[in-house]
């Protein structure tokens, strides 16, 4: 019944989603250890504040905090959409491409080097972090790469190289014991104290990536038709699978690079996308996206306001992302 209506109606579905960002954004700006109204938050946005450090906190602390958020969630919720797409399995994640570990390996390789590198604010660890998320995306890729049997293999091999990489993670923080503080919370995902600095080294990636997991959606309906039938219809399937796999690996590794290890985000938004608006890319990918920051934004904001300092965003979504991920699992076993 919900995904008739929204393949029937999905502009208006897509619009009111839209408009629900907006409405979430300014209750994320409004929520943190000084709270703020609505109304305080908008007049600040317009440049009149009701009192002059409201400008200071709305414009350099919160809302870079908000921007990122709705990018960083519309990357995931897109690249987990790509991902399902590839592997044909609604249980499919960013995680399996191994980027979330390769990034958070290389970003705790960074991190360990000194006590100096953690108070970094954040140019050169977020490339650290990306290049070890490309670089474990491609290896992933290259282990799983076998024409007829792709999808399973690449399953498979994401989640053995991902334990591969959380085992060398979890060995490096037993070896700087001192560090395990400093990094915990990024090692979880979270958005806390993220500023213009980490903005203006996300927009250019997610400016790139996002547009390109768009164009792509008339691919990966094809895709979804089964190897023998996209080829019949005259796609490369090798190519395409392939140019998806890397643009997937792309938004993952850029979003985990500047906010940590955030998982099921990848997973709970195109899964709850495809219920609303079915399984067309044209209408999935972008909605997934719009999901994907709804979430984000929602889950940060509830993690502001039960706690002071905020909890990382990624214990919120891991709380709601395991019991989805179970019903999931039941139901397809049922």
């Known amino acids: 019944m919900i995904q008739s209506f929204g393949v029937k109606h999905y502009r208006l579905v897509l619009l009111l989603s839209l408009i629900a960002i907006l409405v979430l954004g300014v209750v994320h700006i409004a929520t943190g ?60 994640e960013p995680e399996m491409t191994g980027a979330t570990s390769g990034a958070v390996l290389f970003a705790v390789l960074w991190l360990a080097r000194g006590p100096g590198q953690l108070a970094e604010p954040g140019l050169v660890l977020p490339l650290v972090a990306l290049l070890g998320g490309v670089s474990a995306g491609g290896l992933v890729y290259i282990l799983s790469w076998r024409r007829q049997s792709i999808p399973n293999r690449l399953v498979l091999t994401g989640v053995l190289v991902s334990a591969i990489l959380r085992s060398g993670t979890s060995i490096i923080l037993l070896l700087r014991q001192e560090a395990i503080g400093s990094i915990l919370t990024w090692l979880i995902g979270s958005l806390d104290g993220r500023v213009w600095v980490h903005w203006e080294v996300l ?54 690079a500047l906010v940590g290890g955030i998982t099921f985000l990848g997973l709970i938004a195109p899964h709850s996308a495809r219920r609303i ?58």
């Not at 002059?52 to 897109?78: E, K, N, Q, Y």
């Not at 792509?216 to 038709?225: G, T």
């Open 203 to 256: 927009w250019p990636w997610a400016l790139v990536s996002l547009p390109l997991g768009l164009v792509c959606a008339s691919w990966a309906n094809v895709l979804q038709l089964g190897d023998a039938s996209a080829t019949s219809l005259g796609l490369q399937v090798p190519l395409a699978r392939t140019a998806l796999l890397f643009i997937a690996v792309l938004l993952t590794a850029s979003a985990v």
């Open 33 to 92: 250890t000084v709270a703020l109204t609505p109304g305080e938050v908008i007049a600040a946005l317009l440049n009149h504040p009701v009192e002059p450090f409201h400008s200071i906190i709305v414009w350099d602390l919160r809302l870079p905090r908000t921007l990122i958020a709705i990018v960083v969630g519309a990357m995931l919720g897109l690249a987990g959409a790509l991902l399902q797409t590839i592997m044909r399995n609604p249980l499919a």
């Open 277 to 334: 608006v079915g399984s067309d890319a044209r209408r999935l990918f972008p909605f997934s996206m719009v999901l994907g920051a709804i979430l984000l934004l929602a889950a940060d904001a509830v993690a502001q306001s039960v706690s002071q300092p905020a909890l990382p965003v990624g214990a919120v979504l891991a709380l709601l992302g395991a019991p989805f991920f179970l019903y999931l699992v039941c139901r397809r076993m049922s």
